[in-house]
């Protein structure tokens, strides 16, 4: 930190208990690393933008793919790759090394099995996708230190080979949990890839259960102990981490979530953040002429629109999205939107969308998702934790078909506050869906509009207020410091 530090309350720091004595009057220099996911890189570029508003000077590290996040919010940028994975939008159309690709369509392929199956290759995935050749990690982000030398950084928590480094090193950070909080396990029996709890609709028999459970406990030692080599190696004075899954900033956590009373305790130690969202407000411009003119013809007459979209990854689950669109059609009287990503030729020539009339569907490869939900009625979606918190800041009911990874824990916490319906993608029916859409069409919305207002008093700009307050005075330890 280049400057002095004044005793007094700083702006939009809101501490659990008492109040916050530290202002920084001097601009502290940030960090903010992003592995190269468009999911993941677009939340934590909104909130290094609103570290920018609080008056820090912030640097977005991420895969030069992602340059365009930096330059449109403002953030210096420093190129640095931490996996080899990536996703810069649709993942189908993202180029990868063989083994990569092959490991997506491999999951893609699981999920047509089940939760427990696409959890399970989620499981043999996770070394090689979380745990990529850490001592190159570890010795880019040493260089960057060296060159940067910002005050502390923000690290995404699903970048493990990051983290590590971090801790390896003596680097003040804070943590960016991207999706739900369960993804940092608290206790004994809390497991990363092992959801915290179940939706009614998607509920695994016990012996499935108890295999995704060995998995999960399986690999827990699997990275707990690639953690303990790397740290042996790399900086032998430093604590071995008892859970490599559960390493986290001593400092703070921002989890990009709401604060459920019913989750699962927040690590104990870090000061835990709750943004609620962590999107940007629309452009007061909002729709670009050709989704003005199309939001126009779908609503005309009044129809409700329902936005559909299973993210970057999911939607070539085309089998899915054709369902849940033949259902809306047929079994209510809105209009649709589908997102259809690299399956968009699958569904415009699909013989039971093809006839639908244009005054009610657009297929499209990619849609401006926050701008059109402040038109839509309802939004079908995958159970992505953006995709959530995005419906929850324009107070729009969910129907969740929940797929992999987080997305069970989020649709039952969806169900569990009353914000929309879960059905089992696998199991899907036309009649079914559009039960549930129609019932959300037609449902009170109440309890969309209190959520709302709760979600949106929090955010990225609340976010940074407290960072700004908790990181002030964190100081550099072991090799770090010197």
Request: with cysteine; hydrophobic share 45%; net charge neutral.
């Amino acid at each position: 930190m280049r400057g002095i530090i004044e005793r007094t309350a700083a702006p939009g720091c809101r501490p659990r208990t008492g109040t916050c004595q530290l202002r920084r009057i001097s601009v502290p220099r940030v960090v903010v690393i992003s592995p190269p996911f468009r999911s993941h890189a677009a939340p934590l570029s909104i909130l290094g933008a609103a570290l920018r508003d609080a008056g820090a000077d912030v640097t977005l590290a991420c895969a030069p793919a992602f340059a365009d996040l930096a330059e449109r919010h403002r953030l210096g940028f420093a190129p640095l790759t931490v996996t080899r994975n990536a996703n810069h939008g649709i993942a189908e159309r993202t180029a990868q090394a063989n083994d990569e690709a092959e490991r997506l369509r491999e999951f893609l392929e699981a999920t047509r099995d089940g939760a427990v199956a696409a959890l399970l290759t989620q499981a043999r995935h996770r070394r090689a996708d979380m745990l990529p050749d850490p001592d190159r990690i570890l010795s880019e982000i040493s260089a960057l230190d060296d060159s940067a030398r910002p005050d502390w950084y923000l690290v995404d928590q699903l970048s493990y080979p990051v983290t590590l480094a971090m801790h390896c090193l003596g680097l003040p950070y804070a943590t960016f949990c991207p999706g739900h909080p369960s993804y940092i396990p608290t206790g004994p029996d809390a497991f990363f890839g092992l959801p915290y709890a179940w939706p009614d609709t998607v509920r695994p028999d016990p012996h499935a259960l108890a295999r995704l459970r060995t998995a999960a406990a399986v690999n827990d030692l699997a990275f707990t102990e690639a953690f303990r080599r790397v740290v042996h190696r790399q900086a032998v004075e430093v604590p071995v981490p008892e859970r490599a899954f559960a390493l986290c900033s001593p400092h703070a956590v921002v989890f990009n979530y709401p604060e459920f009373p019913w989750l699962p305790a927040a690590p104990e130690g870090p000061a835990a953040i709750y943004t609620g969202h962590c999107t940007a407000r629309p452009a007061a411009s909002g729709l670009d002429e050709f989704w003005r003119a199309t939001v126009a013809r779908l609503t005309s007459g009044g129809r409700p629109l329902v936005l559909i979209a299973f993210g970057t990854f999911l939607s070539a689950r085309d089998d899915v999205l054709r369902t849940v669109t033949e259902a809306v059609l047929e079994r209510t009287q809105a209009s649709v939107i589908v997102a259809a990503g690299n399956r968009i030729e699958d569904l415009v020539h699909d013989p039971r969308l093809a006839a639908a009339p244009p005054d009610r569907l657009c297929v499209a490869e990619a849609v401006p998702q926050q701008e059109l939900l402040g038109h839509a009625s309802v939004m079908v979606h995958h159970g992505g934790n953006n995709s959530f918190t995005e419906c929850l800041t324009a107070g729009v009911p969910m129907a969740v078909l929940p797929f992999s990874s987080d997305q069970f824990a989020i649709a039952h916490d969806l169900e569990r506050a009353g914000l929309g319906a879960c059905l089992d993608p696998n199991t899907l029916e036309v009649d079914s869906m559009g039960a549930a859409v129609g019932g959300l069409l037609a449902g009170p919305r109440g309890a969309h509009a209190s959520r709302r207002a709760e979600v949106l008093a929090a955010g990225p700009q609340f976010a940074a207020g407290r960072l700004m307050c908790l990181m002030a005075g964190v100081a550099r330890t072991g090799a770090a410091a010197r």
